[in-house]
C-alpha cells in the first residue's frame, strides 16, 4: 500500500481506465532503505515499461543516530537510530507521496531531516535520468549499428 500511494500521484491514471498495473518487488537481500529503493525501483520499472509518468519518483530517507542527522541509514542505524523519516518524491511537481517518521524529531530537526531527504531524493532522481538515457542510447547505438550492417549487405 505504501509504494502504491507513493507511485499513484506520477502515473497517468486517467489514460488506462479500468487498468491495472502490477509491480512485484523482490528483495533479495536488505541491509535498510528497502522502501525507498523498492519506490525508486519501481518508478523506473514502470517508466522502462513505457507507462507514461508525470515524472519519476524518487525514493530516500533521513534519520537521527547519536542526535546527528544522517541520510541513507543502513539496518543497524535505522534500527538503532534515534529516528528515521522515509520519503518519496516528485521532483518536477516538488510533491511529496510518501513521508513516514519513527522515532523523535525536534520541529527543527524534523524541517532539517526533510530537506536532507528531499535533497537525497534529488540526487537519486538525477541518476534515474541518467540511468534511462544511458539505457536508451545503447539500444539507439545498437539499432544504428544493425541499420549500418543491413544497409552494408543491400
Given at each position: 500500500m505504501v509504494i502504491r500511494e507513493s507511485l499513484e500521484p506520477a502515473?497517468?491514471?486517467i489514460?488506462?481506465?479500468r487498468t491495472a498495473v502490477d509491480i512485484y518487488i523482490e528483495i533479495t537481500q536488505a541491509d535498510g532503505g528497502t522502501r525507498c529503493a523498492s519506490i525508486t525501483a519501481a518508478s523506473?520499472?514502470?517508466a522502462d515499461a513505457g507507462v507514461p509518468l508525470k515524472d519519476l519518483v524518487a525514493g530516500c530517507a533521513a534519520g537521527?543516530?547519536?542526535g546527528t542527522l544522517v541520510l541513507d541509514l543502513d539496518d543497524?542505524?535505522?534500527k538503532c537510530g534515534e529516528a528515521d523519516l522515509p520519503l518519496a518524491f516528485i521532483p518536477r511537481t516538488?510533491?511529496?507521496t510518501l513521508l513516514q517518521m519513527d522515532g523523535s524529531f525536534?520541529?527543527?530537526e524534523f524541517e532539517d531531516a526533510m530537506n536532507l531527504a528531499i535533497t537525497g531524493c534529488k540526487n537519486i532522481y538525477e541518476m534515474q535520468k541518467e540511468t534511462l538515457k544511458n539505457k536508451y542510447a545503447e539500444i539507439r547505438?545498437?539499432?544504428d549499428s544493425e541499420d549500418d550492417i543491413s544497409e552494408e549487405g543491400d
Open positions: 502515473i497517468f491514471s489514460m488506462f481506465p523506473l520499472a514502470l537521527k543516530i547519536e543497524t542505524e535505522d516538488e510533491e511529496i525536534s520541529p527543527k547505438d545498437e539499432t
